[in-house]
């Protein structure tokens, strides 16, 4: 009954490969996002989704390109991959899209390395 | 701009010591202020959240934070450290980006480790 879940947990791959992660709420939620973490444990926000439809970018290379094929799901695909992508990627999702008191319950995340 | 800092990246106390982690915000409104627990290789956890009304907020594993809007701070406290408390520490604020059409993101701070020794 996990609420948030992400796969794959690991991945490591070769720089220049094309990798997705992949994200699951049950919750019901209508807001999902992605997150990095840096080595120095450092979070950043990447995207955020509403139903669907992508209502913050923060200016993510587009070699990165989310996905949501439904609001339940939010998956994050990855071009090229380079050695700076090395991180912890993190998926999130909140009830309300506009209601900034709600909570993010976050997934447990996908430690991407690139060699 | 909205912003979040943590004092000390690295807090280390024993067992049974209050544990005082450190939060200072910058923001031109009312903040929407929320601490999470990061367990090692696990994903973040809420501990509390402020949002309006009681300054002072009690979240679950018997932490609480006060909101301190003369000295803009929201430092997380526990009277009593235990072993398991050991993990990863963040300080957030929840912002309203301009042109987002009221769409609201998370800041984090850099988070504090908190080491526990017996």
């Known amino acids: 009954d996990t609420a948030v879940s992400q796969t794959p947990k690991y991945l490591v791959t070769q720089m220049g490969n094309d990798k997705s992660i992949k994200c699951e709420q049950n919750?019901?939620?209508?807001?999902m996002y992605w997150y990095k973490q840096d080595s120095k444990k450092f979070l950043k926000i990447m995207f955020s989704y509403n139903n669907k439809e992508l209502i913050i970018n923060e200016t993510v290379p587009n070699r990165f390109s989310p996905k949501s094929p439904d609001k339940a799901h939010l998956n994050l695909h990855i071009n090229s991959l380079e050695l700076g992508d090395s991180a912890v990627y993190f998926c999130?999702?909140?009830?309300?899209?506009?209601?900034?008191?709600?909570?993010?319950?976050f997934g447990p995340g996908t430690r991407l390395t690139v060699l | 701009a909205q912003s979040v800092t943590q004092l000390g990246s690295h807090v280390s106390v024993s067992e049974g010591a209050l544990v005082l982690l450190r939060c200072n915000y910058s923001s031109s409104v009312p903040p929407y202020l929320f601490w999470y627990v990061q367990y090692p290789n696990q994903g973040l956890q809420l501990l509390l959240k402020y949002t309006t009304g009681a300054t002072l907020v009690k979240g679950i594993n018997g932490f609480e934070a006060e909101f301190k809007k003369s000295e803009t701070s929201f430092h997380l406290t526990k009277p009593s450290a235990h072993m398991s408390d050991a993990a990863e520490y963040f300080c957030?604020?929840?912002?309203?980006?301009?042109?987002?059409?009221?769409?609201?993101?998370?800041?984090f701070g850099a988070g504090t480790r908190l080491a526990v020794h017996p």
């Open positions: 957030a604020v929840r912002v309203v980006p301009l042109f987002s059409g009221g769409y609201n993101k998370l800041i």
């Open positions: 999130a999702s909140s009830q309300r899209t506009r209601m900034v008191s709600d909570t993010q319950y």
């Open positions: 919750l019901g939620h209508d807001t």
